[in-house]
């Protein structure tokens, strides 16, 4: 009997909480939510807003369709759909916003020794969480080694020159996967489209990415919740202000499927070929873009917690960590996390 849970992160991995001082003042503020990626994303404005929220939505509109366009694996009308799907050796163009991706996530990987890959797209449709969402099936070994060996970042090369950003693969058959740094990416572009008309007082959240500036409706910091690592309620694990830093949490139990008893989460391992094995449940990283953040949780959520600690510390990044234990939870974080964590 297999089980499949797959639901969205959003603001389940991480709520905003306003501070509920009824007697401040209120200031102006819009709240626009809708759906991308097979998640939601949710903007939040306050204080002076400079333009409508008609004319906002469709700023927003215009924005989400750029990102599909920058990262989509699932649809044949964006690039990344045929760049998989064609054994086409040689260099494309691709947009800026793409390979601002690449690059970081080519930084990522480098610094987590390939824990985060994202060429990692054949083991993750071969374990059924791919596009196709395949009906689950426990891979064999065979099927296993064969996709670990379309799985390394050095067979992605990119390169610019007067014309543009060129991405090329160098063994045909490779596949990218960016799922996991689509909703910080995705963060990113809604925080700058923001600034670009004026608004600096928001709070603009894909799945479980959330990025800050300014101020809330109650003229204090955004404040966000790291949510305990439990699919069935939301309950508040920790409280950060993030003082316009960007957020982002990865999990391992949100988006999984049970079969004979064992757990198997939807983060894989390339080094093994198979989904995480640890005690290491939750992880969240706090940066100054989403995107980092984003590829830095998934990183860190590949480690198991003693190696993800220890390699946050040497990159001095802001990380908080939750393990399942046998009487509950046990949490970790680093000296820089603290610093944004409310007492
Ligand atoms: P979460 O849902 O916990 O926030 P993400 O959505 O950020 O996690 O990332 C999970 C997705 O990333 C998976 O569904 C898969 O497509 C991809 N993925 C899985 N393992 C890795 C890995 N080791 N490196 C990069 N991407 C991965
Ligand atoms: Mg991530």
Redesign the pocket.
Known sequence: MINVFTKG?LLS?LITVLSACNKCHMRPQIIINGNIMGTVYSVKVSGHIPVKKACLQQKINAVLEQVNNDISTYNANYFLFHFNHSNNTHPQLISRGLANIIIMAQRIGHDTSG????T??S??NLWG??PDKKPVKIPTEQQIVEAQKKVGLQYLNLFSNHRGEWLQKTLPNIYV?L?????GYCTDELAKLMMRNGITNYLVSV??AISTHGLNGHGKPWRVAIQQPIDYKNAVQALVDLHGYSI?????Y??YFEKDGLHYS?????SIGKPIQHHLVSATVIASSALEA?GW???L??LDTEKALKLAQEKELAAYLISATNNGFSTVMTTQFKAFMVQ
């Open positions: 992160l991995t824990a985060m890959d994202i990692i797209g083991l993750v969480f791919g996967d799922s996991t740094l689509g909703e799945g479980g982002s949490t990865a999990g391992s949100r988006n939807h983060v894989i391992d390339p984003d949780d998934t990183g959520m590949v």
